[in-house]
C-alpha cells in the first residue's frame, strides 16, 4: 500500500491534526449534553464523513494496472510503408490501405494522449518524417499528405527497409531519456518488391518495449493507382503487371507470414486491420499497459487507486446529514405573520393622521 495525497505531507499532518482535535472535542461535548447517547451518535457519523475525505485525500493504492500519466512518459515509433502497394485498393469497400493507416496511427495517437510521437516511412529508402514531438497536430498533419512512392522512381522496396534508421532513432531515444519505454508501431503489407532478400531487424534487447505489427491488405489484393508526382487529380491509372506481358492492372497481396515474421524480430504482436476495426483489440494487442513494467524502477509506476472507495462512503455519509438537516428545517417553527396590539395600534394611529 502506497499513499501519494494530493496535498503536501506538512499540509495534510495539519488538516489530519486539527480535524482529530476538533472532532474529539465535539464528541467529548456531545457525550456530557442531555441527549449525550444520540448527539454522540450524529458526532459520530460526523466524524466518519470527515475522515473519510481526509483518506481519500492521501490517495492510497497498491502498485499494478495501467495509469493514464504514464503515457506521458512514453515515446511512439510509427513505420509506415510508403511503397506503392500501400495504395492497393482493397481496404474496406475499394478504399486504398493508406486510408487505414492514417486512421489507425490517429487512433493509437488518441489513446497515448501526452506521449510523444514520431513518424517513418520507406520505399526504396527509409525516412524520418517527423521527429519526437508531443504536437499531435504535427502528426495528423503528416499523416495527412502522406503519399506512396512516385511510381515512376519505384525500382522494388524491401519489407525492412526502415530496420537501420528505426534502430538508430530507438538508441537515440534511449541514450537521451533512459526511463522512457519505446513503443514501435509497423504499418504495412508484407509485400516484398525488391529482388534481394529483406534484411533481419535486430534492435537491441530493450530498445523496444512495446507495441504491434499493424498488416493491411486482403490475400485476393488490389489494384493501385499511380502516383504521377503530379497535383491530386492529376494521377494516371492502375499500376500494369509487366511481368506476364499481359497488359492487366497489378495486383498487391498482403503477406501475413512476412508481418509475422517482422514482429517476432521486434517482439511485439502482429495484428491484421480491416476497415470499422475497433481500436480497442488493437490496442489490446499491443498491450500499453505493459510499458508500466519496462523499464523497471524508473518513471510513474501505475498504480490500482482507492480513494474513490472512501469519497464514495464520505458521500454516502453526507447525503445522510443532508436529509437530517432537510428534517430539522422543516420542525422549525415558522414565524408569525399575525401584527400584535401595537402594531394595530399604530396602524389605526397612522390612518387617523392622514384624514
Known amino acids: 500500500m502506497t499513499l501519494q495525497p494530493i496535498l503536501p505531507w506538512w499540509l495534510m499532518a495539519i488538516l489530519v491534526t486539527a480535524s482529530a482535535v476538533f472532532l474529539g472535542w465535539r464528541l467529548a461535548v456531545a457525550s456530557r449534553g442531555p441527549a449525550g447517547s444520540r448527539q454522540r451518535r450524529e458526532w459520530l457519523f460526523r466524524s466518519a464523513m470527515v475522515l473519510l475525505l481526509l483518506a481519500a485525500a492521501l490517495r492510497p493504492g497498491v502498485p499494478g494496472g495501467s495509469s493514464q500519466a504514464a503515457t506521458a512518459d512514453v515515446n511512439v515509433f510509427f513505420v509506415v510503408d510508403t511503397s506503392s502497394s500501400i495504395v492497393a485498393e482493397d481496404y474496406g469497400s475499394g478504399s486504398p490501405r493508406l486510408d487505414g493507416v492514417r486512421r489507425d496511427i490517429m487512433a493509437v495517437a488518441g489513446e497515448l494522449a501526452g506521449a510523444r510521437f514520431s513518424l517513418l516511412t520507406f520505399d526504396s529508402s527509409a525516412v524520418v518524417r ?5 504536437d499531435t497536430t504535427a502528426l495528423d498533419t503528416a499523416v495527412a499528405i502522406l503519399q506512396p512512392q512516385v511510381t515512376a522512381f519505384s525500382k522494388g522496396s524491401s519489407v525492412t527497409a526502415a530496420g537501420k534508421l528505426l534502430t538508430e532513432r530507438l538508441r537515440a531515444a534511449r541514450d537521451s531519456h533512459p526511463e522512457r519505454p519505446r513503443l514501435v508501431y509497423y504499418l504495412g503489407d508484407g509485400e516484398q518488391t525488391s529482388a534481394a532478400a529483406p534484411e533481419a531487424i535486430k534492435p537491441d534487447g530493450g530498445l523496444v518495449n512495446g ?13 493501385m493507382k499511380e502516383n504521377t ?24 497481396v498482403i503477406d501475413e507470414g512476412r508481418l509475422q515474421w517482422i514482429a517476432d524480430q521486434l517482439g511485439i504482436p502482429y495484428v491484421h486491420r480491416s476497415a ?30 482507492f480513494y474513490w472507495i472512501l469519497a464514495f462512503g464520505a458521500f ?6 443532508a436529509f437530517l438537516l432537510l428534517l430539522h428545517w422543516r420542525r422549525l417553527p415558522r414565524a408569525s405573520v399575525v401584527p400584535d396590539d401595537a402594531q394595530k395600534a399604530a396602524v389605526r394611529h397612522a390612518e387617523e393622521a392622514r384624514k
Open 130 to 134: 517527423m521527429p519526437l514531438t508531443t
Open 211 to 223: 507495441g504491434a505489427v499493424l498488416g493491411y491488405g486482403t490475400p485476393e489484393g488490389g489494384r
Open 229 to 252: 508526382g503530379q497535383r491530386s487529380g492529376t494521377d494516371g491509372g492502375y499500376i500494369q503487371d509487366r511481368t506476364t506481358g499481359s497488359g492487366r492492372d497489378a495486383l498487391s
Open 276 to 305: 470499422g476495426d475497433a481500436v480497442a483489440p488493437m490496442m489490446q494487442a499491443a498491450d500499453p499497459g505493459e510499458l508500466q513494467r519496462a523499464p523497471e524502477g524508473s518513471g510513474p509506476d501505475g498504480r490500482t487507486e
Open 316 to 321: 454516502l455519509l453526507g447525503l445522510r446529514e
